[in-house]
């Protein structure tokens, strides 16, 4: 280690419950957000279509690459209150319904993409709207 390097710190293990927690608390901020700027409604319908696509990817990894079965994934989603049988697994999950969903994520691109089309579509409609709110 170099004479003035920072020691590295060690990564405090964070608790799923405690992360799907902040993750609400984000989601309720955005909605705040949301109910005042059509703009920042357009970028949370994106990030709903990106939140789909995620859980799908998740559900598909944790049968793939972690080895869990769609029968186990269904009892372990029914144990937590989310009623899913191995059928609907499969059907969300199975490797041809991931051939047909699976894709790169690149939610800063779909939302970038979002924030352009509305520039162009709104405009000065929506700055004149924001002038007039703050006078």
Excluded: C
């Amino acid at each position: 280690m170099a004479k003035h390097a920072a020691p590295k710190r060690r990564k405090q293990p964070i608790e799923d419950d405690e992360y799907a927690k902040f993750l609400g608390r984000a989601i309720l901020g955005m909605e705040r957000r949301a109910s005042e700027n059509p703009e920042a409604l357009a970028y949370f319908l994106t990030l709903q279509e990106e939140l789909k696509t995620a859980i799908d990817r998740a559900g598909y990894r944790l049968h793939v690459e972690n080895g869990w079965s769609l029968q186990e994934i269904a009892t372990q989603l029914g144990y937590a209150g989310h009623s899913m049988s191995r059928q609907n697994a499969v059907k969300r999950w199975g490797p041809s319904a991931m051939a047909r969903k699976l894709g790169i994520p690149s939610i800063t691109k779909k939302i970038n993409e979002r924030r352009d089309a509305i520039r162009a579509h709104v405009g000065d409609e929506l700055a004149a709207r924001r002038a007039r709110k703050a006078v």
